[in-house]
């Protein structure tokens, strides 16, 4: 298994980093979760451009200076899945300060750029997809504006993430809902939420702490295509008791539904139906059994039909 660094193919054990990297003490890095998919059409990247559009933007807003372009990104992110030979992956960019000078400011310290894959399944349980998950809302809140950066996806701002994960699975639930700064909903420990009620889905916005996700656009775009109305909207916690149906999206959760909050049943305790129709849409995309309408798929082995 290869690893992309700095602009070389490595050996999977020669990716290492010393004790000293700024990274390791203080959470100085900003990183991606992309997934390559299995089509009809052979392999595909979904939303490639948009996810390291996202990174060159988080480092950005952490002020970490990087030597490598978008294009550069986008390419050695092909050129991985190739050479590691995936039919389909998860893949993780990473951008962090590395060794150097030990303090907390760490702009002296050198960037570090790492591209992996790994052969990955449903990151919340190979059953979830169809049953659902039961979750907590968290005693632990997501950080105010003023506090962190809720749309740079920063490694050391996913301590929150553990918290309220670590919490929820000692608590027997799959997985944490956190509240925002001023008590209303904000999103999972590593997923957004949207929530339906009678009819109308309803999605905080990317004003209450949330990460501005690419799942979650996607989802938004097919319920447009769908003709299912969506909402953004500050959401009490109670209406997360009296929905019809929840269910989160993440590049590692795809579209899962909620089946039941703090041991409360969702709706009927099932998969509703907005959350399968939308299922289907984005599994039929991801497969290539339904048209790229959307241009989504970044195939990785051009064909010579796609080349010409």
Not at 16 to 38: N, P
Not at 77 to 91: D, F, K
Not at 119 to 129: M, N, P, Q, S
Not at 152 to 169: D, L, P, R, T, W
């Amino acid at each position: 298994m290869l690893i992309w660094r700095n602009g070389e193919f490595i050996d999977w054990e020669q990716a290492t980093v010393h004790v000293t990297t700024h990274a390791l003490h203080y959470g100085s890095s900003v990183f991606e979760g992309i997934r390559a998919y299995k089509t009809a059409q052979g392999t595909a990247i979904f939303r490639l451009q948009p996810h390291m559009k996202r990174l060159l933007n988080s480092a950005k807003i952490a002020r970490i200076e990087v030597p490598f372009t978008e294009d550069q990104f986008n390419e050695a992110a092909l050129e991985i899945v190739r050479r590691n030979g995936h039919e389909s992956c998860y893949m993780r960019p990473i951008v962090f300060r590395g060794a150097g000078v030990l303090g907390v400011e760490g702009r002296k310290n050198p960037t570090e750029c790492v591209i992996f894959t790994l052969e990955w399944g449903r990151y919340l349980g190979k059953e979830a997809i169809e049953q659902g998950v039961d979750v907590q809302v968290s005693t632990w809140r997501r950080v105010a504006p003023d506090t962190g950066a809720s749309l740079a996806k920063i490694g050391g701002q996913y301590v929150n993430s553990q918290f309220i994960s670590m919490e929820a699975h000692d608590g027997g639930f799959t997985e944490g809902i956190a509240l925002d700064y001023n008590g209303t909903v904000s999103e999972g420990a590593g997923e957004n939420i949207f929530v339906v009620y009678e009819g109308t889905v309803y999605t905080p916005g990317i004003g209450s702490s949330i990460l501005n996700g690419i799942t979650r656009d996607s989802a938004i775009k097919l319920m447009g295509d769908l003709g299912i109305p969506v909402r953004f909207e500050t959401i009490p916690r109670d209406l997360l008791y009296i929905a019809d149906e929840i269910f989160f999206t993440g590049t590692a959760a795809e579209i899962t539904p909620v089946r039941s909050v703090d041991r409360l049943k969702v709706g009927t305790g099932t998969r509703g139906e907005i959350t399968r129709s939308l299922q289907e849409e984005f599994f039929a995309i991801t497969s290539g059994e339904k048209a790229d309408r959307h241009g989504w798929l970044t195939p990785v082995y051009q064909t010579e039909n796609q080349q010409s």
